[in-house]
């Protein structure tokens, strides 16, 4: 049985992590978890931010400050059965990625080349929606 609204407890992997999921009041949830929508916004940013860790330890690069600002245009047309020419959900990402290291702007370069082509959720999400990351290095 559904719990009232639209939220879903999602549990995933061998160590039952949980996840609420909801929808805003407006469209029949409770506005007590996010929406799958907002998810996959998170989903990106945290991924972007793991494989930044990764490869920035590869690299020899130190991080001193980073911030991934996912956003997205979704088509609620196309979610609401108004206009079914368009894609469903998200038609494009854009994270913005604010990143501060201990390195020389071509080289911040080159570590962000390295996660944005290594980075699975971008890998697996980028065929239905196209995903354009803008990389701003901070001073």
């Given amino acids: 049985m559904l719990p009232e609204g639209m939220q879903v407890e999602c549990t995933m992997g061998a160590k039952s992590f ?45 991080i001193e400050s980073m911030m991934v600002n996912s956003r997205g245009h979704i088509n609620l047309g196309a979610i609401f059965g108004i ?13 913005v990625i604010r990143i501060k290291a201990d390195a020389s702007d071509d080289k911040i370069h080159e570590l962000m080349d390295k996660v944005l082509s290594h980075c699975p959720i971008i890998t697996n999400m980028g065929g239905a929606s196209p995903i354009k990351p803008k990389v701003q290095i901070r001073k």
């Fill in 83 to 95: 206009d079914d020419n368009l894609l469903a959900g998200y038609d494009k990402l854009e994270p």
């Fill in 18 to 62: 949980k996840l609420l999921i909801d929808a805003p009041s407006g469209l029949d949830g409770t506005n007590e978890g996010p929406s799958p929508l907002l998810v996959i916004l998170a989903s990106i940013g945290a991924c972007i931010i793991a494989v930044t860790r990764f490869w920035a330890k590869i690299m020899n690069i130190k």
